[in-house]
């Protein structure tokens, strides 16, 4: 990590009141990926082999939740949902946002993919534009953190290579960021135990990662796909 949890937590902190009117369409488009996926949801449905509908007694963790973008558009569908971030100035903001929308299932407090202070039922991880600010060897950490929280499914949105990136125009900040290659957290999550099951490219530095863990006895998905997962191009 090139800045301290510290550091990010101030930087995010001093952006929280303009966190929401300032975000790129590849942003928007990731955000509406990951809540999609996150759904079950009809229009990416068939971009997956075992497609599974977020239900209503889930339990959501949303990681590096910032003002609370994706888990509050989950709260209406799901159980309960989980927000960590390190900055309170983010976490400040999602909980009014939460009260606005009179979601009362969300619980939004301090914690990092490494350590989340949560330890209780997780059915389904969420994160978007968070965890490229972690080295490879943190990322594959918080991977295995979430691993052993033992979700159904993974849905990372983020930073992320596709190609080798122009350095002349970087789609993030090079001196606090640290995204990976999508083969990097490929891998990563099929070492976690998880099967890899749909990879969204937004932008040659955007994605969405969907990882899954498949049990034969739970009747949401319809049917396993045993060939590797393929691409889809936004």
Same mark, same amino acid.
């Given at each position: ?67 609370? +973008? @994706?888990?509050?558009?989950? #709260?209406? *569908?799901?159980? !309960? $949902? %989980?927000?960590? =971030? /390190? ?54 950490? +918080? @991977?295995?953190?979430?691993? #052993?929280? *033992?979700?159904? !499914? $993974? %849905?990372?949105? =983020? /930073? ?75």
């Amino acid at each position: 990590m090139k800045k301290s949890i510290d550091e990010h937590a101030a930087r995010f902190d001093a952006a929280a009141d303009s966190y929401d009117e300032d975000k790129s369409a590849e942003y928007e488009a990731c955000a509406g990926l990951v809540v999609a996926h996150a759904r079950g949801s009809d229009e990416v449905r068939s971009n997956t082999p075992r497609p599974r509908r977020l239900r209503p007694d889930d339990v959501v963790l949303d990681l590096g939740c910032g003002t609370g +973008a @994706i888990a509050l558009a989950l #709260a209406g *569908e799901a159980g !309960r $949902v %989980v927000g960590r =971030d /390190v900055s309170d100035g983010m976490l400040e903001r999602a909980r009014q946002k939460a009260t606005a929308a009179g979601h009362e299932n969300t619980d939004f407090g301090n914690g990092t993919f490494r350590e989340p202070s949560y330890d209780g039922p997780v059915d389904l991880v969420t994160s978007n534009f968070a965890m490229h600010h972690l080295a490879d060897d943190e990322k594959r950490d +918080a @991977i295995d953190t979430i691993a #052993a929280l *033992e979700p159904r !499914r $993974v %849905v990372l949105g =983020d /930073v992320m290579f596709f190609d080798e990136p122009d350095p002349a125009e970087p789609f993030y900040s090079p001196e606090v960021d640290d995204p990976a290659t999508v083969g990097v957290l490929a891998d990563a999550v099929t070492d976690a135990g998880f099967a890899l099951t749909a990879v969204e490219m937004v932008h040659e530095q955007v994605g969405v990662l969907v990882a899954d863990r498949f049990d034969p006895d739970d009747e949401g998905g319809e049917g396993y796909a045993d060939e590797p997962v393929g691409m889809n191009e936004d």
